[in-house]
Every structure is written in structure tokens, then in C-alpha cells.
């Protein structure tokens, strides 16, 4: 779960490589008490250096606050918003936002095999 995450504080520099290393587009993004404040793309990161920002803006400056999640480890509504949406993650949380864990394509790929 850790390659999915990284801290409010990092730089874009470092959502890249967290990113190139988990292979799915996006990182959940947490705050120092662990809490999930937001999730960051690929497509934000290229945005936001089109716009004049560089890879040494911190994350919390970018990342989306509204970010889609579910409180239950439930692949086959994950299936469902995995399709509607067109996410690549999926974290999932406790009512108090603590990252529980997190469901990926590789996850929802299986489901489908298994199906």
C-alpha cells in the first residue's frame, strides 16, 4: 500500500517517481497524521507544470480534496466505480479518513478473471 501513498509534503518531483513506480497513474496523498486529504494524477501533475508550476511544487498545493473513496473493502461496487469513473485507485477509509487500504486496476483485473 505504501508505493500508493505519499505525504502532503512531497514534491511533484516525487509524486512522479511514486507514480512510475506503482504504475497507476495516480498517488493517495495523506497528511502527516495519516489522514487521506486528496488524491494526485498524472493529468493534475501535467497540468499544473503547463500552468508555470515546477517539480519542486509541494503536492498539497495540487492535489484534489474531492476524491472519490469508499468506507468498505467491496471489489464489486469498486468494479462498478472503477468503470463509471475511469479511476485507477480506489482508497478505502474509515469514517475518521485513516487509509484502510486501497484497491487497484491489478484488483479490479482479477475480479473480472474471477467473474
Same mark, same amino acid.
Given at each position: ?35 487521506? $486529504?486528496?488524491? /494526485?494524477?498524472?493529468? @493534475?501533475?501535467?497540468?499544473? %507544470?503547463? *500552468?508555470?508550476? &515546477? ?31 475511469? $479511476?485507477?485507485? /480506489?482508497?478505502?477509509? @474509515?469514517?475518521?479518513?485513516? %487509509?484502510? *487500504?486501497?484497491? &487497484? ?11
Amino acid at each position: 500500500m505504501d508505493k500508493f501513498c505519499i505525504n502532503e509534503n512531497y514534491t511533484l518531483y516525487e509524486a512522479i517517481e511514486s507514480i512510475d513506480e506503482n504504475k497507476s497513474r495516480m498517488v493517495v496523498v495523506t497528511n502527516d497524521e495519516g489522514i487521506v $486529504i486528496g488524491v /494526485l494524477s498524472q493529468g @493534475d501533475i501535467i497540468r499544473a %507544470l503547463i *500552468s508555470g508550476h &515546477t517539480i519542486y511544487n509541494r503536492v498539497n498545493e495540487l492535489l484534489h480534496p474531492n476524491f472519490i473513496y469508499m468506507h468498505e473493502h467491496d471489489i464489486k461496487k469498486a468494479f462498478d466505480i472503477f468503470k463509471k469513473k475511469g $479511476i485507477t485507485l /480506489l482508497p478505502i477509509v @474509515d469514517d475518521s479518513f485513516c %487509509l484502510k *487500504s486501497i484497491i &487497484t486496476m491489478k484488483d479490479i483485473y482479477r475480479y473480472i478473471e474471477n467473474e
